[in-house]
């Protein structure tokens, strides 16, 4: 994501298909508990939710764009992790009229965001199952006092209507298991009015006419945190061009700005092969852009189709969003402690992309005065964040600098290496700080715990590596 004036940082598939439902394993009753309502996280400790691991999301909804009233169903294929008695799915919001496990109806409770279900015989561990939840309303954005400049989640602004999710907003749309470290793959289908247009993540695989509305039919067949899922509805125009190794560029822009878009973000191709030579292939199918209206204040790393204002539209923003598809996306932090584990990096891969157009001691030259900047300002350590500086500049730049370092350090050739180990063994899952370490000392040789210990956590900027 990034925020204006400060670095913040953001298979089922055609109309006729239907989810896989099976019966769930039986246990004693007296061996299955029920999954807590929160995976503890650091910061957040009530989002998501223990006891299984959502494999496949398919989300129908039928949204009323002009009134801003949903209704949907929503598919969870699931696995259990423990014999299970009930578990829960976070819900902000919304009414739930039925729920069903193998379409049998279970028993289902709300208080706050905890939506608690109870299927009708308990759950083996390893059992596959599938929730049906069926639900309707006005989704309200997350209102959080700590990340003032964004309301998470479901945002509708005279009809236009956009996904903002990091970190808990995707409970105000879809009941979900939100936190990053159950990740799972997503079909959308998502009817509106004519003459909207429907925008998400992954690949459009089909749009079915029905006179005065129209079904969009989305698939996101790699991994995705669900703070990364996104919908755009409204007056869209998509502009797509080849990519480089078979990479479709598709951006979605407002009819009037098309021109002027299309010129802004022209190097999109050229940036994709840019980080695809420096780390790996690009890890999806298609990427682009989806362009608001009216301002925002940010751009989010939403998975394949980033949400943008049109304050943002600047190269140095489509670089470091478009880099998060790599650190943030493919690999995604474990805990929201660790957001300079995406951002970090996606500021400077941003940079990597600028010093790749305008020479090394751009790079070397910036770097020094952010430094500078850094140390002058007393910015604290990017291991040791809190809600208020999630995405904050110690994040961002300081959070960059501990890349940096390690690359003064070891060298560019192992540097290389380390940024491709480190992509290829956390692709598609998760990673944490200590990961980040371990696959450093690896690759390096040599022992860089408390050198790297230091830039993560001291509160007093080491000195640069020479």
Not at 143 to 155: H, R, S, T
Not at 239 to 244: A, L
Not at 403 to 415: E, N, Q, S, V
Not at 438 to 464: K, Q, R
Request: aromatic share 12%; with cysteine; hydrophobic share 45%.
């Amino acid at each position: 994501m990034r925020k204006l004036a400060v670095w913040v940082g953001l298979v089922l598939l055609l109309a006729g298909c239907r989810p896989i439902v099976g019966p769930p394993s039986v246990a004693p009753s007296s061996a299955a508990t029920a999954g807590l309502p929160g995976v503890g996280d650091p910061i957040f400790p009530l989002l998501g939710n223990t006891g299984y691991d959502v494999q496949h999301y398919t989300l129908d909804l039928t949204v009323d764009a002009a009134r801003n009233l949903l209704k949907g169903t929503a598919t969870l294929r699931s696995e259990a992790t423990q014999p299970l008695a009930a578990f829960n799915l976070d819900l902000l919001g919304m009414n739930v009229s039925a729920v069903t496990i193998a379409d049998a109806p279970a028993l289902f409770a709300r208080s706050g965001q905890e939506l608690t279900i109870t299927p009708t015989a308990p759950l083996d561990a390893g059992a596959i199952f599938t929730t049906v939840v069926a639900y309707d309303g006005t989704p309200t954005p997350l209102a959080d006092p700590e990340l003032a400049f964004i309301k998470q989640g479901w945002n509708n602004r005279d009809g236009t209507i956009f996904v903002v999710s990091e970190p808990g907003g995707a409970m105000t749309w879809y009941p979900v298991n939100n936190h990053p470290t159950d990740k799972a793959t997503y079909t959308f289908r998502i009817t509106v009015d004519e003459p909207n247009v429907v925008a998400a993540n992954g690949v459009l695989r089909a749009e079915i006419d029905l006179g005065a509305q129209r079904t969009y039919v989305w698939e996101m067949a790699q991994p995705m945190a669900s703070y990364l899922a996104t919908v755009a509805i409204g007056d869209f125009v998509r502009i797509e061009t080849p990519g480089p190794d078979g990479v479709v560029i598709r951006h979605y822009f407002p009819p009037e700005d098309v021109d002027a878009l299309t010129r802004a973000f022209a190097n999109t191709g050229e940036m994709v092969t840019f980080y695809s030579e420096l780390v790996d292939d690009y890890p999806f199918d298609e990427y682009g852009v989806v362009m608001m209206p009216f301002s925002l204040g940010f751009a989010l790393e939403t998975q394949t189709l980033s949400v943008f204002g049109p304050e943002m539209a600047m190269e140095g923003v489509n670089a470091h969003e478009l880099a998060h598809q790599w650190f943030g996306d493919a690999v995604t932090l474990d805990a929201w402690d660790e957001t300079w584990l995406n951002e970090g990096f996606a500021t400077y891969l941003q940079r990597l992309w600028l010093e790749n157009e305008l020479g090394g001691d751009f790079l070397d030259k910036g770097m020094r005065q952010y430094y500078e900047n850094l140390t002058v300002f007393k910015t604290p350590p990017p291991g040791a964040v809190e809600e208020a500086t999630l995405f904050s500049e110690a994040v961002y730049e300081r959070g960059a600098w501990v890349l940096h370092a390690l690359r003064l350090k070891i060298g560019d050739d192992l540097f290389w290496q380390f940024l491709r180990t480190y992509y290829a063994r956390f692709k598609d899952g998760v990673v944490s700080t200590e990961d980040f370490i371990a696959t450093a000392n690896e690759v390096s040789g040599d022992d860089l715990t408390d050198f790297l210990n230091a830039w993560i956590y001291d509160e007093t900027m080491p000195p640069i590596p020479e």
